[in-house]
């Protein structure tokens, strides 16, 4: 799809991935929806792109049909979701203090993995009243995986299986909105420089840095969003998890 003039929604659109995604969007047209938590960077992002902040917590039925409906009528209506909202989470099953925490781990599944579903859920349903390209095409869904779907380190339990279940529906919801031309797409990044990352100390950085073969360094968030916007802009990808990550391979730890 051509990105001018699209209405955009950008889940986690506050910070980092998603936040770069919604600059890029912006810059090549696109009217933008940030949804992300009532108190995060989501209002000033919004407003420094002219757009419309949408607060939701992704997990909620209620506040995510909401913001999606307001970002609609906002822009009139919705052809490109992307999603990246998400948290980290590390705990080892078994630990000195005994089983890892039930909760913790649910928590993990819920925002990463049932958030996304809830957003295209949601937002699928708004794309599919639009008016077809001459390709067909009514909407572009993103969802963000991440390397550890394939290759989840010593703690990352609950934090694998919610980006493998992410990977996991990503070709089933594509065949399920296929009828309606609306694509869906997932990326999974390896190490991206936000503050996701930020929160370790600059030395697990730098080791995370070195391992990646080429380009040896952190990925940009821009280098997200331009892989973002050419999924949007080429048809042919549907149904695909990309992973961007400059070949690197997560070891056990
Ligand atoms: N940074 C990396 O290296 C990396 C690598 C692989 C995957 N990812 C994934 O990319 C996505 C974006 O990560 P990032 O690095 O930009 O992180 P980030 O922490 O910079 O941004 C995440 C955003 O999600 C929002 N958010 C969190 N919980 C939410 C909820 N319940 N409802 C609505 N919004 C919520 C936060 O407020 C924040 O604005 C995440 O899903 C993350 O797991 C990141």
């Not at 203090?97 to 039930?102: E, I, K, N, Q, Y």
Request: hydrophobic share 45%; with cysteine; charged share 20%.
């Amino acid at each position: 799809m051509d990105i001018n003039s699209l209405s955009a929604i950008i889940t986690g659109g506050g910070s980092g991935l998603g936040e770069a995604t919604a600059r890029a969007l912006h810059a090549r047209g696109a009217s933008i929806g940030i949804l992300d938590l009532e108190g995060s960077n989501g209002a000033d992002v919004a407003s420094s792109l002219g757009g419309v902040f949408v607060p939701a917590d992704v997990t909620s039925d209620e506040q995510v049909t909401k913001a999606i409906a307001d970002a609609a009528a906002a822009h009139g209506g919705i052809h490109i979701l992307i999603n990246c909202a998400g948290i980290a989470s590390a705990e080892r099953t078994v630990s000195r203090d005994g089983p890892a925490s039930l909760e913790g781990f649910s928590r993990t599944v819920n925002i990463n993995l049932i958030g996304t579903f809830n957003t295209i859920r949601v937002a699928a349903a708004e794309m599919v009243k639009n008016d077809p390209t001459e390709d067909g095409e009514r909407g572009v869904i993103i969802n963000t995986a991440s390397v550890a779907a394939f290759e989840g380190q010593v703690g990352q339990a609950a934090y694998s299986a919610s980006k493998g279940g992410v990977v996991g529906m990503t070709l089933p919801i594509a065949r399920d909105l296929a009828r309606d031309g609306v694509r869906n797409n997932t990326i999974a990044p390896g190490l991206f420089l936000t503050a996701m990352l930020m929160g370790l100390p600059e030395e697990a950085r730098e080791a995370l840095a070195n391992v990646t073969p080429f380009p040896t360094r952190l990925g940009k968030p821009e280098e997200y969003a331009q892989l973002a916007c050419s999924i949007i802009e080429n048809p042919m990808i549907n149904g695909e998890t990309i992973r961007l990550d400059g070949a690197l391979r997560l070891a056990p730890r």
